[in-house]
T-cell receptor, first 116, second 113 residues
């Protein structure tokens, strides 16, 4: 069955430090992959997406992610974390359903805490 | 940019009562999705509309749940005879279908006492 795994439930980094959030997927075909961020009281905001082409994708707020087919991974990175990055981050894979539509399968999320 | 809006933002109800939530998608989007998110979990897909047609329903959507999108614009999600296990955040999203990017609303947080 298709699934998305985010192995780190919580991550704490110091402001200015680098960040990597892990995401592994299980999907037979070439996936469409997304990273979303959710701040308290806010809706999910898209950070970046991968459909095809260059495996290193740039997103908003200085985030990037690299698609590695051999490792079934799509890890999110940021070279220098800001206090405002504290939030919950979700990786998602898009599935093509039997009805011909697309639906998202989300991971369980990684909660990021940033120390001043 | 009006974005996706949801109403109400919070709902507290007693077990056994019926509740209805509304979602207004981005106006030019023909696809609308409902998700449920419980504490510590990612959003789980509930159902999907293309225009007014409900094309996909998750097994999570029990008989007590019903969703409509009568004119292909706004959508409602009704839960009948609420149970404490229905307590969750209910998220709505919409897309134009061109590149599968979904835009999410702020959600409706339901608490069933």
């Amino acid at each position: 069955a298709q699934s998305v795994t985010q192995p780190d439930i919580h991550i704490t980094v110091s402001e200015g430090a680098s960040l990597e959030l892990r995401c592994n997927y299980s999907y037979g075909a070439t996936p469409y992959l997304f990273w979303y961020v959710q701040s308290p009281g806010q809706g999910l905001q898209l950070l970046l997406k991968y459909f095809s082409g260059d495996t290193l994708v740039q997103g908003i707020k200085g985030f990037e992610a690299e698609f590695k087919r051999s490792q079934s991974s799509f890890n999110l990175r940021k070279p220098s974390v800001h206090w405002s990055d504290a939030a919950e981050y979700f990786c998602a894979v898009v599935l093509l359903t039997a009805s011909g539509t697309y639906k998202y399968i989300f991971g369980t999320g990684t909660r990021l805490k940033v120390l001043a | 940019d009006t974005g996706v809006s949801q109403d109400p933002r919070h709902k507290i109800t007693k077990r056994g009562q019926n509740v209805t939530f509304r979602c207004d998608p981005i106006s030019e989007h023909n696809r609308l999705y409902w998700y449920r998110q419980t504490l510590g979990q990612g959003p789980e897909f509930l159902t999907y509309f293309q225009n007014e047609a409900q094309l996909e329903k998750s097994r999570l959507l029990s008989d007590r749940f019903s969703a409509e999108r009568p004119k292909g614009s706004f959508s409602t999600l009704e839960i009948q005879r609420t149970e404490q296990g229905d307590s969750a955040m209910y998220l709505c999203a919409s897309s134009s279908g061109l590149d599968n990017e979904q835009f999410f609303g702020p959600g409706t947080r339901l608490t069933v006492l």
